[in-house]
């Protein structure tokens, strides 16, 4: 007896498998939420706050073709799972505690450079968007804008192209218009910085760790540190996204 079953998604009745699974799935509402092993882009979400990364699992998993492999609070823990589960794409917040979505970026492209990475983040749009294109982000969703563009940031980002949703694209445009006009009014304002000085500033603005840093210019990660809390103090940053602001400024890095 042939199987009949109203208004039934179309597939193909020769897969009884594949045909009654489907079925099953459309009928408790959940299709949407398993994507298919062939075709999924495997994600990691990657933020401080466990309600924001349910709530980004939740939201991605109703999508066809998408699959959230982990989910990490930090960093190190991040690191982990992308060698580990190796997923095509991580949801990066930019603003971590500890080590920030920036620096993160820059290790994640340097040690994984097929990984794809999506950044949120609610910091203001004008100190943060071109720092992040300099980290190596490949889209840029405000988290105001999240709910709107968040799914599409993902397919375009998923799909090799970079996706800037419009309040990141217009605080881009007004940072390169800023510095492309009128560069000579933001570089005196910059206090003189000692050779070493700059050495780490644009160590911090090419994403490289500490470590890397003390091996290339010759000291102690406590000195670098030391460095980078002077850097902070002088240039009157407060983090590292700001610290790569202020190298892009100096010229010591480009985009």
């Given at each position: 007896m ?5 208004a039934a998604?179309?597939v193909d009745p020769?897969q009884p498998?594949h045909y009654?699974?489907h079925i099953?799935?459309a ?5 949407g ?5 062939a075709?999924?882009?495997r994600?990691v979400v990657v933020d401080?706050h466990e309600?924001?990364r349910?709530?980004l699992r ?5 999508e066809?073709?998408?699959?959230v492999?982990?989910?990490a ?6 690191y982990a799972?992308?060698a580990e ?11 971590l505690?500890?080590e ?5 970026t820059?290790t ?15 910091s203001?749009?004008t100190?943060?968007a071109?720092?992040a294109?300099?980290?190596g982000v490949?889209?840029l969703v ?5 709910s ?12 090799g192209?970079?996706f800037?949703s419009p ?9 390169l218009?800023t510095?492309?006009?009128a560069?000579?009014?933001a570089?005196?304002?910059c206090?003189?910085?000692?050779e ?9 603005a090419d ?8 091996a290339?210019?010759g000291v ?9 809390a002077?850097l902070?103090k002088k240039l009157?940053c407060?983090?590292r996204a700001?610290?790569i602001?202020?190298a892009v ?5 480009q985009?």
């Amino acid at each position: 007896m042939a199987l009949r079953v109203s208004a039934a998604p179309p597939v193909d009745p020769a897969q009884p498998i594949h045909y009654c699974l489907h079925i099953i799935l459309a009928a408790a509402g959940r299709l949407g939420c398993i994507p298919s092993p062939a075709m999924s882009t495997r994600i990691v979400v990657v933020d401080d706050h466990e309600l924001v990364r349910t709530g980004l699992r939740l939201r991605l998993e109703r999508e066809e073709g998408m699959e959230v492999v982990g989910e990490a609070a930090e960093a190190a823990s991040a690191y982990a799972l992308i060698a580990e589960r190796a997923p095509d794409l991580v949801v990066m917040d930019i603003d971590l505690p500890g080590e920030d979505g920036l620096a993160a970026t820059a290790t994640i492209k340097a040690r994984w450079p097929k990984t794809q990475v999506l950044a949120l983040t609610g910091s203001a749009p004008t100190s943060i968007a071109h720092a992040a294109l300099l980290a190596g982000v490949d889209g840029l969703v405000f988290k105001n804008e999240a709910s709107d563009d968040l799914v599409h940031a993902v397919r375009t980002v998923a799909s090799g192209k970079v996706f800037l949703s419009p309040e990141a694209a217009t605080a881009l445009v007004t940072a390169l218009r800023t510095s492309a006009v009128a560069p000579s009014l933001a570089l005196p304002t910059c206090p003189e910085l000692s050779e070493r000085e700059r050495s780490v500033l644009k160590g911090l603005a090419d994403g490289f760790s500490y470590k890397e840093i003390a091996a290339e210019i010759g000291v102690s990660v406590k000195t670098v540190d030391t460095y980078r809390a002077r850097l902070s103090k002088k240039l009157g940053c407060t983090n590292r996204a700001e610290l790569i602001r202020c190298a892009v400024r100096l010229g010591l890095v480009q985009i």
